[in-house]
């Protein structure tokens, strides 16, 4: 755990999208992907998206991404 505590943490660098502290996918598509976390559903959209890693509560998704949203629980 980072100074951040349990906290999640969201990254998006040109067409990948970094997220910290992710507990499970809850939709896989390759228009839109679902993560869930302790504090929020994270939803990413697009085209051609991927889950390219996923280790250690840290997931990295490449793809057109489109749109973020983000639905506190």
């Known amino acids: ?21 992710c507990r499970k996918l809850l939709k896989y598509k390759s228009e839109e992907i679902t993560a869930l976390t302790k504090e929020a559903a994270i939803t990413f959209t697009g085209e051609h998206l991927k889950c390219v890693y996923f280790f250690e509560e840290t997931i ?5 991404i489109s749109g973020i949203g983000i639905e506190k629980r």
């Open 1 to 21: 755990e980072d100074s951040l505590g349990a906290a999640y943490r969201l990254q998006v660098i040109g067409d990948t999208a970094i997220l910290c502290g």
């Open 60 to 64: 990295e998704i490449c793809g057109e």
